[in-house]
């Protein structure tokens, strides 16, 4: 007999959810593009998670009851000041690239989480995941192409957008130790809004109506995106549904060549490749590893 928690697996939900996810966090993608255009980047951020607080009011509300130790209030504090750079960055990368090598570059994030927690969190290093990182890094260097193309202020702030947001999911993974989810994505968003705020309002514009609209369809996304990618992993394992996410890659080249005349680069969808390969693999290796160290409850027993 199967384990229950193996039957209670999904694979075709759990694809079908992470498709969702990435339509959404292309469709993400294109609204903070093209709001990105007509406002100053850091205040679309600011107010795309000032509009994002209605999504996660009910957790806010509770917030003022939960019993957290000064510790756990502090690492929210620090995991707001990370994700401030981080939001400040990408966004300001989205109205200086294409969407296309945002979305490529973004693929990284997983292999600095690999690496901060392996630096920081203890975790294991072996020779094939050092192998991996390496095919990965490749991969960057085929998008940015140092030294045969000139590079912009937007390459480099998405290489730093995914660095903050490697520090960031760390700072949550070691948050969720003592936080339930809807808590810890509750204090990002708070925290997020509030050092946003005087970045926003030193280049503050006024805001029209259907300004507002947008980001308001901005927040919905994004909170929509989370949520989609959070049902794929509940209904299917990482390593069947982590491979949908390099479509995102094709939808992305896509709306950036009909929407707003950006050319296809090969090199980007080449270099997207090897790293979302290098991550596949390191997801499935993870299984598989997981696999062998967790007994069977339903062995029999000796």
């Not at 806010?60 to 000041?81: D, H, I, N, T």
């Not at 705020?197 to 006024?206: D, G, I, R």
Request: charged letters at 10%; hydrophobic letters at 60%; proline letters at 5%.
């Amino acid at each position: 007999m199967s384990s229950p928690h193996i039957e209670n697996h999904r694979p075709a939900h759990g694809i079908a959810w992470m498709l969702a996810a990435g339509f959404l966090f292309v469709g993400l993608n294109v609204l903070v593009k093209y709001v990105g255009q007509t406002m100053p980047s850091s205040q679309a951020a600011f107010l795309r998670f000032l509009f994002g607080l209605l999504f996660v009011m009910p957790a806010l509300v509770k917030l003022p009851q939960a019993q957290f130790s000064p510790l756990v209030w502090r690492l929210f504090v620090v995991r707001g000041v990370v994700h401030v750079g981080a939001v400040l960055c990408w966004f300001y990368a989205m109205t200086q690239i294409t969407i296309a090598e945002v979305t490529a570059m973004n693929y990284l994030n997983p292999i600095y989480v690999m690496l901060g927690a392996a630096l920081f969190l203890g975790d294991t290093f072996s020779t094939r995941r050092m192998m991996a990182v390496g095919v990965a890094f490749l991969g960057v260097l085929i998008v940015l192409r140092p030294g045969v193309r000139e590079l912009g202020d937007g390459h480099l702030a998405m290489v730093f957008t995914a660095i903050f947001l490697g520090a960031s999911y760390l700072l949550a993974k070691r948050l969720s130790q003592d936080a339930t989810a809807a808590q810890i994505v509750a204090m990002m968003s708070l925290t997020v809004t509030i050092g946003l705020l005087p970045v926003a309002w030193f280049v503050w514009e006024p805001l029209t109506l259907v300004q507002a609209g947008w980001l308001v369809l901005v927040a919905f996304f994004a909170t929509a995106g989370h949520y989609a990618m959070t049902r794929a992993f509940a209904e299917a394992p990482v390593s069947v549904t982590q491979p949908v996410t390099f479509l995102q890659i094709i939808w992305a080249s896509m709306v950036g060549v009909l929407l707003f005349a950006e050319p296809i680069d090969m090199w980007v969808v080449v270099g997207a490749g090897m790293i979302m390969a290098a991550v596949t693999y390191i997801t499935w290796r993870e299984a598989v590893l997981k696999r062998r160290v967790t007994p069977n409850p339903n062995a029999p027993k000796a």
